[in-house]
């Protein structure tokens, strides 16, 4: 049972250069999100989406764009990068939407030169 | 208002010791408490989840939250190396962990060394 699972781990882009983080979840959740976590910051909501084909926006959503066409799937685009968008990105799942009942992936570390 | 304020630490203990780590709010409408654990370079994980005010223990761990004082805290008992990693409290006023004024607010975290 993998979990929680985010590709790529690591990611070096030039800014204006645009890519594509996947979070995949094997536990048939409803619910998904996406957090960056910056240095001296606490974590903060993206995007989020509460079922296949639904998404939302979070605390800080812009310059980003998320897609949810499959249940066990969440991606989050990038398409012109800049160096405030450095960051440690967290793909998060639940299966109804209750705090508590997070299950966050391992983290995709993104740095933009 | 969602700030919640964590020391960042690092706070390092010996083996053995018990830990207490705290976060404070301003937001009188939390009413819902999580303490997750975070290693180096891992996602966080849910330690401890309370609803208002009280105690709330499993094992070695125990959560405890004022509302009054707006204050709540993590105790770890015999500390171990183990034990070693970032601490993240986070708080919500409503069940529903979506974003908006009801999303989760986390604290930054409080990084933690436990020395063998």
């Not at chain 1, 398409?79 to 639940?94: D, I, N, R």
Request: net charge neutral.
């Amino acid at each position: 049972n993998a979990g929680v699972t985010q590709t790529p781990k690591f990611r070096v882009l030039k800014t204006g250069q645009s890519m594509t983080l996947l979070c995949a979840q094997d536990m048939n959740h409803e619910y998904m999100y996406w957090y960056r976590q910056d240095p001296g910051m606490g974590l903060r909501l993206i995007h989020y989406s509460v079922g296949e084909g639904t998404t939302a926006k979070g605390e800080v959503p812009d310059g980003y764009n998320v897609s949810r066409l499959k249940k066990q799937n969440f991606l989050l685009g990038l398409e012109s990068a800049a160096p405030s968008q450095t960051s440690v990105y967290f793909c998060a799942s639940s299966r109804s939407g209750r705090v508590g009942e997070l299950f966050f992936g391992e983290g995709s570390r993104l740095t933009v030169l | 208002q969602k700030e919640v304020e964590q020391d960042p630490g690092p706070l390092s203990v010996p083996e053995g010791a018990i830990v207490s780590l705290n976060c404070t709010y301003s937001n009188s409408a939390f009413q819902y408490f999580m303490w997750y654990r975070q290693y180096s370079r891992k996602g966080p994980e849910l330690l401890m989840y309370t609803y208002s005010s009280g105690n709330k223990e499993d094992g070695r761990f125990t959560a405890q939250v004022d509302k009054s004082s707006k204050y709540i805290s993590l105790f770890i008992r015999d500390s171990q190396p183990s034990d070693s990693a970032t601490y993240l409290c986070a708080m919500s006023a409503s069940s529903y962990s979506g974003g908006g004024a009801d999303g989760l607010t986390f604290g930054k975290g409080t990084h933690l060394i436990i020395q063998p």
